[in-house]
């Protein structure tokens, strides 16, 4: 059994049962742990643990997602940042109606069906490794996304097949790269950031 996303131009696939089994554990996590957000106008948003998505190849190479729901829509922000930065374990991103790349994200709010992208702010975070935990604050322009945030992550290290010393089996279309989870860290590049997982 293998299951497949496709993301800014790669291809994330999982490639037997038994990495199928210990994603669904992952993703398990992403819906059981919560994000709590709460606006500066006293509205509480509340859904799935942030997920760190790192990536051995691509730009940016770590990607971050928030999203939680709350009385009349969402809140969600997503942002890049380079391994040096998500090592660090803090760091402040530009929020703008950019594409993600490192240190710059986006921030949208509103009704979940229709949020509307903030223009410009910030969005500072810091990393606690010993409980997985994420906590931090938005600050957007207009006020709208602004917010502190709190609550636990999960980190997911996607690496090329023959870094695991598998076959790159699975068609991938042109321009694409096919990455796979490696959840146990046994890859050099995932090795680097056993200390967060």
């Known amino acids: 059994m293998s299951v497949t996303w496709k993301v800014m131009g790669l291809v994330l696939m ?7 089994a210990r994603h669904a554990a992952a993703e398990e996590a992403l ?3 919560d994000v709590t957000v709460t606006s500066d106008r006293g509205v509480r948003y509340e859904g799935n643990v942030a997920a760190i998505d790192v990536r051995e190849v691509g730009t ?3 990607e971050v997602s928030l ?15 380079s391994a040096e930065a998500l090592l660090s374990g803090a760091g402040t991103v530009r929020l703008g109606l950019l594409p993600l790349g490192p240190s710059v994200g986006n921030l949208a709010v509103g009704p979940s069906d229709d949020p509307v992208l903030v223009e410009s702010g910030s969005l500072s975070f810091t990393l606690t490794a010993a409980t997985r935990g994420i906590e931090g604050r938005a600050t957007t322009s207009p006020g709208d996304g602004s917010a502190s945030f709190q609550g636990g992550y999960v980190l997911r290290c996607w690496v090329r097949p023959e870094s695991l010393g598998l076959p790159a089996n ?8 096919l990455l796979v989870p490696d959840e146990r860290g046994a890859s050099e590049f995932c090795r680097h950031f056993a200390e967060l997982r």
């Open 170 to 177: 699975g068609e991938v279309e042109p321009g694409m790269v």
């Open 31 to 33: 819906h059981t742990r």
């Open 67 to 81: 999203w939680a729901e709350g009385p009349g829509g969402a809140w969600s922000a997503g942002f890049g940042l």
């Open 60 to 62: 940016p190479a770590v």
């Open 14 to 20: 999982t490639v037997a049962a038994a990495g199928a």
